[in-house]
């Protein structure tokens, strides 16, 4: 009882910071340098009468231009309009009000009102598909979504799916032969390489920016729950959500999410998600309207520190540890609370997303092998994999 009190109160003190604003990102571009002309030597006569020598060449940045008129045209301005219930009662936000008389809703009821979102998309087909982010739908129920194309052309688009774990949603426009963005492959991209942001930051159309690439596999930022960003510092303000994400290849790498920010504007810290998950999350909506995912039940599972590994006799602070399960395929193949996870299928677990990822990418219906720290022991349990219904939820306390 003691024990369990104690380790109660290590997860308690677990928390995180951040200062994530989903208003959107993008990147820069590919590296070519401009390499001076210097005139051939002739005579000394010849070299005295000539005209002053040039000053200095200077090194130019990376040359975007032909790239961006080959994508520019196909990333367009999302705008939607939703429908938000809103409290009537004057007392809803006062905290001090609701601790001594509650929720007041029932009293004042509520009321309807309209609330309109914009930001960017891709046109990933020539018959009408579009990428952008679920955020950028908005949060209440939608009534309309506008696609605002390069040619100047407003077309209403339909909702193909959501996905609201990578924060990405498919819309479908009566369109053909419309330009696009051709997909490229994330996993070549290494860090310090040119890419350009293409979005409607501040409802400025087509609009670019170059950086490179800071990080790459980037999670555990609090943006979403299924996390594995691309960094950039190319600059991303508000409306850029959604945006493509483009090599100098011209291909498209990611698509723009969140920047990282302090005062709600540009701070050199975007995030991107790459353009495989994307592709397949767009494959997954189009074939089944959902994203379905592996899953091994409801666990809750935390970071593990190194005062909680010492009460759980760990010998280090590897792995994660679980405060929670409810009946599923991991309790029922072993699994218990407290347990300190270590590897699935042996890959090392390192933090709550890689575990997550690893799961939720497992094919449905194949079993995984989880290996675990038990009262110092390790144990391998084969843990079976289930669609996901009940999520396993990773929460940081």
């Known amino acids: 009882m003691i024990k369990r009190l104690s380790l109660a109160i290590v997860f308690t003190t677990i928390g995180l910071l951040a200062g994530i604003v989903l208003t959107g990102r993008m990147r820069a571009n590919d590296l070519a340098v401009a390499q001076p002309v210097t005139p051939e030597p002739t005579t000394a006569e010849a070299q005295r009468s000539a005209a002053p020598a040039p000053a200095p060449a200077v090194t130019s940045g990376p040359d975007f231009t032909r790239v961006a008129e080959q994508t520019v045209r196909a990333v367009a301005n999302i705008s939607s309009i939703q429908v938000v219930r809103q409290r009537t009662s004057p007392f809803f936000n006062d905290p001090f009000f609701q601790q001594f008389f509650g929720d007041l809703d029932g009293a004042f009821g509520s009321r309807d009102r309209y609330a309109s979102s914009l930001g960017s998309g891709v046109v990933v087909s020539p018959d009408g598909l579009v990428v952008t982010n679920n955020h950028v739908l908005g949060e209440g129920a939608v009534k309309e979504v506008t696609v605002s194309l390069a040619d100047k052309r407003e077309l209403k688009a339909s909702i193909v799916g959501v996905d609201t774990w990578t924060d990405l949603a498919l819309l479908k426009i009566q369109a053909t032969n419309l330009p696009v963005v051709p997909w490229g492959d994330s996993s070549h991209l290494k860090v310090a390489e040119w890419v350009m942001a293409i979005g409607n930051p501040y409802q400025l159309s087509q609009s670019v920016s170059l950086g490179i690439v800071s990080a790459l596999g980037r999670s555990n930022v609090g943006i979403s729950t299924y996390e594995d960003f691309i960094q950039t510092d190319a600059a991303i303000n508000p409306g850029n959500s959604g945006g493509a994400l483009v090599s100098a290849r011209g291909e498209l790498v990611g698509i723009n999410t969140a920047i990282f920010t302090q005062s709600g504007g540009y701070q050199g810290i975007g995030f991107a998600v790459p353009s495989n998950l994307v592709r397949h999350i767009v494959d997954e909506l189009q074939r089944y309207g959902e994203v379905r995912r592996g899953s091994i039940g409801y666990l809750e599972v935390a970071p593990l520190t190194t005062q909680?590994?010492?009460?759980?006799?760990?010998?280090?602070?590897?792995?994660?540890?679980?405060?929670?399960?409810?009946?599923?395929?991991?309790?029922?193949?072993?699994?218990?609370?407290?347990?300190?996870?270590?590897?699935?299928?042996?890959?090392?677990i390192g933090d709550t997303a890689t575990l997550l990822k690893l799961i939720s990418d497992a094919p449905i219906g194949s079993s995984v092998s989880i290996e675990v720290l038990r009262d110092g022991r390790r144990q391998t349990f084969k843990v079976p994999i289930e669609r996901q219904g009940q999520r396993m939820r990773p929460r940081v306390r």
């Not at 405060?323 to 609370?337: H, I, K, M, V």
Request: a negative charge; hydrophobic letters at 40%.
């Open 308 to 348: 909680a590994a010492s009460e759980l006799n760990a010998p280090s602070a590897d792995g994660v540890v679980i405060t929670g399960l409810r009946q599923g395929p991991a309790s029922r193949a072993g699994l218990e609370q407290y347990d300190i996870i270590l590897s699935v299928d042996g890959r090392k």
